[in-house]
């Protein structure tokens, strides 16, 4: 079957995208408006997109924004403050994580609302999830609009924080256990998630050359 998007709803292009395009990585976000209320929601259009400088990408759609409101607070919130922090989503947080995806009515904590215990960030603003393996501390690099109630967020990571227990040092250089993080991502379908611990190894050592 052969789709033309500019013949296909947006509702339509979001089901073909996020049921193909898997697992997507997820950034469980935090943010904390002007009025010192908390905010948190997990968004699966993410990614990193550099590293000079260290660049991570939202997507936040408004499809979804609470009854009567322009936009998601995440976003509102986010410009108006410039910054945010982002937290990976590990097995044992998932269904917490899912909890905070509600649209709980305004001035209502997420956090709060499904228990998650945080802590202070250093450099920005809004608390981290503490539970989370890998965090990060960001403000906003630059925002494009790509509806009325839509936008892609790029925020340039200012810290990041990741457990001991999997770093390690190896002739000199940093080593990450990335499968001990034991993250999920999303998967095909609302409510599938997928669980990173099986991994696939190519030898690339065999390769005649480095540049695939």
């Not at 979001?14 to 209320?37: E, F, H, S």
């Not at 097995?91 to 956090?111: C, F, H, K, R, Y």
């Not at 002739?171 to 999920?184: E, H, Y």
Request: proline share 6%; charged share 25%.
């Amino acid at each position: 079957m052969q789709y033309e998007f500019s013949e296909l709803s947006p509702a339509e292009r979001y089901k073909l995208l996020v049921n193909t395009i898997t697992p997507r990585p997820i950034a469980w976000v935090v943010t904390l408006d002007n009025l010192g209320r908390t905010n948190a929601a997990p968004y699966s259009f993410f990614n990193a997109m550099g590293a000079d400088p260290a660049l991570v990408v939202l997507g936040i759609s408004g499809d979804n924004a609470r009854a009567g409101e322009a936009q998601k607070d995440s976003l509102r919130v986010i410009r108006e403050t410039g910054e945010f922090t982002i937290a990976l989503v590990t097995e044992a947080d998932a269904e917490i994580m899912v909890m905070t995806a509600i649209n709980a009515p305004a001035g209502t904590s997420e956090l709060e609302f499904a228990g998650v215990e945080t802590r202070p960030a250093r450099h920005v603003k809004p608390p981290v999830i503490a539970t989370s393996p890998v965090t990060f501390e960001c403000r906003v690099w630059k925002i494009i609009d790509t509806s009325d109630n839509s936008a892609i967020v790029i925020g340039e990571v200012i810290a990041m924080d990741i457990v001991d227990s999997v770093l390690s040092e190896e002739d000199g250089k940093l080593r990450i256990d990335a499968p001990a993080l034991n993250l999920v991502g999303r998967a095909h379908g609302a409510g599938n998630y997928w669980r990173g611990t099986d991994q696939i190894v190519i030898d690339r050592k065999s390769w005649p050359d480095e540049t695939a």
